[in-house]
Structure formats: structure tokens, C-alpha cells
């Protein structure tokens, strides 16, 4: 996946935890786990927003944009 998440860092740059930010973002603990490991497809604008308002950051602290390898062998390099 090209997009990668960056909220175990984003947290531990603030030192809150799991448990507290679930609680200020209103998601369950899981919910907000798979988020932390990347384990997710898809993240909902509003969950983004929460968890953005919560930290008080951007979305691009939280979000990282890498090529696939895949696509960057196949242009050729």
C-alpha cells in the first residue's frame, strides 16, 4: 500500500495512549489499534478528523505517502 500511517508515532510524540485517545475520539480501542498498526484499507474524514482534533495535528502527520516498489521497478528504474 502506498499509503502509510503514521499515528503510533503521532502518540507517542504526544504520550497519550491508546486507551485515552480511543476515549477522546469516540472509537473503540480495537477500532483505533488497527488504525495505529496500518491494518486498515480505508479510514473514515470524520475518524481523521477526530483523531486530528484530539492530537492537534495534521492529517499529514498522521498520513505518508511511499511509491510502491512495485510501481517503481516498473517505470523502468
Do not use: W
Not at 498498526?37 to 511511499?66: H, M, W, Y
Amino acid at each position: 500500500m502506498a499509503i502509510i500511517l503514521r499515528l503510533d508515532r503521532m502518540m507517542a510524540d504526544r504520550k497519550i495512549s491508546l486507551n485515552e485517545l480511543s476515549e477522546k475520539v469516540g472509537i473503540a480501542n480495537v477500532n483505533l489499534s488497527k488504525i495505529k498498526t496500518g491494518k486498515v484499507s480505508a479510514i473514515r474524514f470524520s475518524t481523521l478528523n477526530a483523531i486530528c482534533d484530539a492530537l492537534d495535528c495534521q492529517p499529514g502527520d498522521i498520513l505518508e505517502f511511499q511509491k510502491d516498489i512495485q510501481e517503481f521497478r516498473q517505470g523502468g528504474i
